[in-house]
């Protein structure tokens, strides 16, 4: 199908909005927003904004969390021969949104996918957070209830990774009370309103926080960033004989003291040694 007049090639456009302030918006990405024949948006009042900055006109499309397939599988038929372009409430599509199923869709269909890179709540908080960025790990949002919520606290406890937590101000303060509690007290920061004119980032151990925020909820978009755990404590005698004792009831004694001596970062000759000892 030939190329539209609009000046786009048909495909998706997966276009970075702003976090907060409209002047982040890259020149590209405005370009995209005025050419597109159509732009699938979270909330046509939110975008609307946005698009009126961007000096575009290009009618919009509700596409959501709650859309149908069918919306989708319209969108996908439109990229045949239109632009689509592909734009979210705040910052990069498919950060914490359901955007991946419409380019998961699109790219089966054999469209063409361009994305336009920009914002990001999650990385522009690890920027300010002065925590480990040479690996970390996005979390979303966590869950409401506290069961489940300890249970992906629990999965990434021993991750040695900075992790990055997007939170609302109601929630916050318990959030960041159970992270203490399943994670440890590490070091972490809150950042909130980025790029706006209230912006802040305010950092401490996750008790520290918890406390800070637990009688006055902060308004704004949040972003919780957690450190690392720190090195654990060399292993014990205690612990290796404990952890010798288990394993020699499964493995023989070279085995055994090869298990213990990768699990706890031990000696494996003077493991063996003592796994003799032991056995006798």
């Known amino acids: 199908m030939e190329t539209q007049s609009s000046g786009l090639e048909p495909g998706l456009y997966i276009v970075a909005g702003p976090i907060g302030n409209l002047g982040d918006l890259t020149p590209r990405a405005a370009e995209v927003l005025r050419l597109a024949d159509v732009v699938a948006v979270e909330d046509t009042r939110v975008s609307a904004r946005l698009l009126r900055h961007a000096g575009s006109d290009r009618p919009m499309i509700p596409y959501h969390d709650h859309s149908g397939e069918n919306v989708r599988a319209r969108l996908v038929d439109r990229m045949a021969g239109e632009s689509v372009a592909l734009l979210s409430d705040a910052g990069t599509p498919l950060i914490s949104d359901p955007g991946y199923k419409l380019v998961r869709d699109a790219r089966a269909a054999g469209r063409r996918i361009i994305t336009l890179p920009g914002p990001s709540a999650a990385i522009a908080a690890l920027t300010l957070s002065g925590l480990p960025t040479d690996r970390f790990l996005f ?25 990055v937590f997007y939170e609302s101000g109601p929630r916050l303060s318990e959030s960041l009370s159970a992270m203490a509690a399943h994670l440890g007290d590490r070091e972490a920061a809150v950042s909130r309103e980025i790029s706006k004119t209230f912006e802040e980032t305010a950092c401490g151990t996750l008790t520290e926080l918890s406390a800070r925020y637990a009688d006055a909820p902060p308004k704004g978009e949040i972003v919780v960033t957690v450190g690392p755990p720190g090195e654990a404590a060399p292993a014990s005698a205690e612990d290796a004989d404990a952890a010798l004792l288990e394993a020699l009831t499964r493995l023989s004694v070279s085995k055994a003291a090869g298990e213990v001596a990768k699990k706890l970062g031990l000696d494996r000759r003077t493991l063996y040694d003592r796994a003799t000892e032991l056995k006798g």
């Open 139 to 163: 979390m979303g949002f966590l869950p409401s209830k506290a069961k489940a919520r300890g249970d992906s606290l629990d999965e990434v406890a021993g991750l040695r990774a900075t992790l």
